[in-house]
């Protein structure tokens, strides 16, 4: 049970690289995707891209999500 804990811990303190990883992987996924003629790839990348915003949305109710800063006038 601890190390759930140290990983959640980890987690949300390294949120903003791991979602940086994920769109630099998505990023190079796309281009790669672009340059080939293959349908199958292009369905692979969108199944793959919409897991990926359902576990964002779904960490995000957990903590996850930075606080938003609010700039004053």
Do not use: Y
Not at 2 to 14: D, P, R
């Amino acid at each position: 049970m601890e190390h759930i804990k140290e990983a959640v811990v980890w987690l949300k303190t390294n949120w903003d690289s791991v979602l940086a990883l994920w769109a630099c992987l998505i990023g190079a996924a796309e281009i790669v995707v672009k340059w080939t003629d293959s349908k199958k790839d292009d369905a692979i990348l969108g199944r793959v891209r919409a897991l990926g915003v359902k576990v964002i949305s779904i960490l995000t109710k957990f903590g996850f999500e930075q606080p938003k800063v609010k700039v004053g006038k």
